[in-house]
């Protein structure tokens, strides 16, 4: 099953345990009557519904899924999409998608990403909200020094200050309401100060840690680095060795990580001598520090499941 920006497109052919004799499709809108209809067919039929990320607008039909009793799972688009080309499946239609995805899960069902929690989700919610708020800033910021260098500041003062004032207010408020949301969780707090242990992850990182990796502490140092999109992909054919890449992952929480390994890289008292090294060894500055990122996330996660803050000499 599987559902694309206004309308659902449900494939029940491969999505339970039992598969029907004959291929049948349905399309419902994206609203509540059709999402109680997707959740009724799956109910009838003993399936789990499964649907591709579309920025969101699947978190509505998903809750109301779990709410139901009715097992539904997140499938990646990057996947699903190269998926299709092993097939050789080249047309796009609701159907086609809806199929591609249903067999697409049936093939790897463990790629499938369970609804995280509701205080997940509301953490999830706020941090983008927050980060949306600072590229806000960051662009006024570049627009007041525009009109410096035009000489017309003086015109935009106090329309520039007090925008920049409320943006500086609506972030500090988020990041209070964040603050909250954690504190008010047990096992969130414990997580969040044993990232926070770590030179060079603060609030904010931490925070993204927990919203957007909620695997951390339940997995390998390896998946939490291919999660975040910092295993690198082989180029190699016989003797050609090809440059390694880092594609994929989940970008809105490597940025962040990136950030977080610049201040790691000169502070981290285990990080910095491995940075150094790598630098010594004429090692690009963007090698180094996807690698400090790398081990940061690996430690993060190996101390999450340990349940044990940050000491010198962990790596």
């Given amino acids: 099953m599987a559902w694309p920006r206004h309308r659902h497109r449900c494939?029940?052919?491969?999505?339970?345990?039992?598969?029907?004799?004959r291929r049948a499709s349905l399309q419902s809108a994206n609203a509540p009557a059709g999402h109680a209809t997707v959740a009724k067919l799956a109910r009838d039929r003993n399936a789990i519904v499964c649907f591709k990320s579309t920025g969101g607008q699947e978190w509505q039909l998903w809750?109301?899924?779990?709410?139901?009793?009715?097992?539904?799972?997140?499938?990646?688009?990057?996947?699903?999409?190269?998926?299709?080309?092993?097939?050789?499946?080249?047309?796009?239609?609701?159907?086609?998608?809806?199929?591609?995805?249903?067999?697409?899960?049936?093939?790897?069902?463990?790629?499938?990403?369970?609804l995280p929690t509701e205080k997940i989700r509301i953490l999830r919610a706020l941090t983008s909200k927050r980060a949306q708020l600072v590229e806000m800033r960051k662009r006024l910021l570049a627009q007041i020094r525009a009109h410096q260098?035009?000489?017309n500041a003086a015109m935009f003062e106090d329309v520039d200050s007090e925008l920049k004032h409320r943006i500086d207010s609506l972030i500090k408020e988020l990041k209070d309401?964040?603050?909250?949301?954690?504190?008010?969780?047990?096992?969130?707090?414990?997580?969040?100060?044993?990232?926070?242990?770590?030179?060079?992850?603060?609030?904010?990182?931490?925070?993204?840690?927990?919203?957007?990796?909620?695997?951390?502490?339940?997995?390998t140092g390896e998946e939490a680095a291919a999660l975040t999109g910092l295993a690198p992909v082989a180029h190699d054919s016989g003797t050609l060795r090809g440059k390694r890449a880092i594609p994929g992952g989940r970008r809105a929480l490597r940025?962040?990580?990136?950030?977080?390994?610049?201040?790691?890289?000169?502070?981290?008292?285990?990080l910095k001598p491995f940075a150094d090294r790598l630098r010594k060894a004429g090692k690009p500055h963007k090698v180094i520090i996807t690698a400090v990122t790398r081990k940061l996330v690996t430690i993060s996660n190996a101390l999450c499941k340990s349940r044990q803050k940050w000491a010198a000499a962990t790596v």
């Fill in 63 to 114: 809750a109301l899924l779990e709410a139901e009793g009715v097992a539904a799972r997140q499938v990646p688009p990057a996947q699903v999409k190269a998926f299709a080309q092993s097939r050789g499946t080249r047309a796009k239609a609701d159907r086609i998608d809806a199929e591609l995805i249903a067999r697409f899960f049936a093939f790897r069902p463990e790629a499938g990403r369970s």
């Fill in 11 to 21: 494939q029940p052919r491969l999505a339970g345990p039992s598969l029907p004799s």
């Fill in 255 to 270: 940025h962040v990580i990136f950030q977080a390994a610049l201040v790691a890289a000169h502070y981290n008292s285990d």
């Fill in 149 to 151: 260098k035009l000489g």
């Fill in 177 to 219: 309401r964040i603050t909250r949301a954690i504190a008010s969780d047990h096992q969130l707090s414990e997580t969040a100060i044993v990232l926070r242990s770590i030179p060079g992850i603060g609030l904010i990182v931490s925070t993204m840690l927990i919203a957007e990796m909620p695997e951390i502490r339940t997995i």
